[in-house]
């Protein structure tokens, strides 16, 4: 197995030697040469090697899941259709001695990242929903990475990501091991803001919502995060361009200035010293819209929690208090 990445990672190096000595313009159909797979487009073969690669670990991260929890835990691979008939992967967890006729409470678990996906940062939250009685959904919505070229290009931040997480708690929902009536969402960084959404649209939907530093306004994110993401952000088709190009766009997808349409019981953990998603900026304002609004809210702020924004990945008090938190109002919703 070792030879074999070796190799993958050779053949790597050499295409991106390639590729910085003899640099090709992109073609107009660049779907077509992807799928050319005898291009002799540098830029192309470069792409299927980065897109093989991120399939290869995604294999690798469920390899890894099924070999330290397959005793107690059942994964599944499922293909969801969006509004747009569109097939969206996601991934199913229920304990491997599922009691027949049962329909249990249910979790639909969010990522966050630009072009992030299932990895270990979550095992610690899919196991310990399993363990407590939960089934869960992991949608990977568009952008994600590890399921081909087109899925990861198809990103949308804010309205494509929240489309596929609510077709995925749709599906979900409709399993006839799964009680309706008794669905939760929660949701880290963006995947936070993909909840805060998905509550605002689908105020009907969920029962329970968790944001764990979560962004709450877009308009904000987009003033202070690097030009590079900025610009990543504003190609995206729902922007087309900044905030001072098309402000309507960045509005709609900034959960704070849609707080009125929340309905369901809310759960807010964040932590000082956050500098991806500053909690005054988020989280406090949020809490502010919230009880203007008489919203049904808990809020928790650590103080300096180590990871900063990256705290629930830790092995630390408070990373463990967040998710014993998390545990206690699910059960509190949705027992």
């Known amino acids: ?158 309205s494509g990501d929240v489309r596929d997480t609510i077709a995925a708690a749709e599906w979900f929902a409709s399993q006839s091991y799964v009680d309706s009536k008794r669905l939760g969402i929660v949701g880290r960084s963006r995947g936070g803001m993909v909840t805060l959404l998905a509550i605002e649209q689908k105020p009907k939907l969920f029962n329970a919502a968790v944001d764990v530093v979560g962004l709450a306004d877009f308009l904000m994110y987009m003033a202070y995060k690097p030009e590079y993401r900025r610009e990543q952000i504003a190609k995206e088709p729902q922007f087309n361009g900044l905030p001072f190009d098309n402000l309507q766009a960045y509005i709609d997808v900034s959960p704070i200035m849609h707080v009125e349409k929340i309905e369901t019981p809310l759960l807010i953990h964040a932590t000082t010293y956050d500098q991806t998603v500053n909690h005054k900026v988020h989280a406090e304002r949020l809490v502010e819209a919230l009880k203007a609004h008489e919203k049904q809210y808990e809020y928790k702020l650590y103080e300096r929690a180590p990871g900063s924004h990256n705290f629930s990945d830790a092995d630390t008090p408070e990373a463990a208090d967040s998710l014993n938190g998390i545990i206690e109002f699910l059960d509190k919703h949705l027992k």
């Open 1 to 158: 197995m070792k030879n074999v990445m070796f190799g993958v990672i050779s053949v790597l190096l050499m295409v991106c030697t390639v590729h910085a000595q003899e640099p090709v313009d992109r073609r107009a159909d660049e779907l077509k040469v992807y799928l050319d797979l005898e291009s002799k487009d540098t830029n192309v073969k470069l792409d299927q090697i980065l897109h093989q690669l991120d399939e290869v670990n995604q294999k690798v991260v469920t390899l890894s899941f099924i070999q330290r929890y397959g005793d107690e835990i059942k994964m599944e691979r499922a293909m969801v259709p969006n509004v747009n008939n569109d097939l969206v992967p996601a991934w199913v967890f229920k304990p491997v001695k599922l009691k027949q006729g049962k329909r249990y409470p249910a979790v639909v678990t969010v990522h966050g990242g630009f072009h992030y996906s299932l990895d270990e940062h979550f095992f610690g939250y899919i196991t310990r929903f399993v363990r407590e009685g939960y089934v869960v959904i992991f949608p990977e919505y568009g952008g994600s990475r590890g399921y081909g070229k087109p899925h990861y290009d198809d990103q949308q931040y804010g």
